[in-house]
């Protein structure tokens, strides 16, 4: 009798719209195609430290396709190989990565299949190397993974930044004012860049390009002058004034990356209505960005990508992400994921494509 394979799923990081879509076309795929059975670990690495999961039936993943956030839920906190241990009221950090591999095996997994951005596809390209058969979904609204053309997340996340930038139009124009849109995106700028073209913001801020605050001012004062007595700018929280940092909204210690940011905003609208006199106000998007159902899109991508990670497990094609490139699923090794986030290149054809209708991006 033909042992029965076993796969297991975790999803890491920041959640976004279509992690369930994912879990669901990875579990469906698997338990119908290839009789195989699924584990759902729960709350990211943590679950795999401390032996929390549990059995994903065919009927577990009916009817979350639409469903925001993850079944399993997630953390940004757990590091196997930078645990964060309280003792004697202090914070410190464990290498616990043996317990959890033996963890592992003891589960007997034909593979452990990871839900995640950089930061969880590092730790899981680490678990690769230390023998865990490891594959990579790229998660994330940030879309700033190495590798392939787009994140399930992205779509989403655009979709409800547009929204937002559409209603702060109707307020800006009814008041005659500078409004600006902070977005989410981390240290990359793909989410203010697609928003921003999408909603038709007259200034767009990302943190490749930083900005000088005069010729912000400057392309205001000039739309006024046209008649134009508004001015929508969205900007990437990551963004940054040439000669200057990014603004920090928060640190949290036992983060792998503990750094939050936040609030550059309301530091940019200060100075915007001191230069011009005009008045501002500031919208930060935040959270808003990760929470709800898919896009359409997402729903398809997602679907797409956990059918494509199925293959792979029966190809063995350990130590590598599915992706995405000119539109075919591909594949991608773990080790080219995990040398850091992808940035927005300076030649991008939409950045081209902005500038060309008079969209100003702060240089
Ligand atoms: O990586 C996703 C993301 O939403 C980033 O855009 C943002 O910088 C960060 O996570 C926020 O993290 P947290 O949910 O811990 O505040």
Redesign the pocket.
Known sequence: MKKRKRIAILTG??DCPGMNAVIRAVTKRAIYEKDMEVIGIEDGYHGIVNNRYRRLTYNDVSGILTLGGTILGTS?TANPYRYPVKRGGQLEFQDVSKRAIRNMNKLDLTCLVCIG?DGTLGIAYRLFKDGIPVIGLPK???NDLRGTDITFGFDSAVSIATEGIDRIHTTAQSHHRIMIVEV???RAGWVALYSGIAGGGDIILIPEIPYDTNSIAAKVKERNKKGKRFSIVVIA?GAKPKGGDVVIQRI?KESADPI??GGIGFVLGEQIEKITGLETRTVVMG?LL?GGPPTPFDRILATGLGTKAVDMIEHKQFGYMAGVKQNSLITVPLERVAKGPKTIPLNHPMIKAARSIGTCFGN
Do not use: A, P
Request: aromatic share 0%; no cysteine.
């Open positions: 990081g920041g940004k951005g994330t609204i940030d989410m995106g981390h929280e949290v939050r940011l959270h990760r």
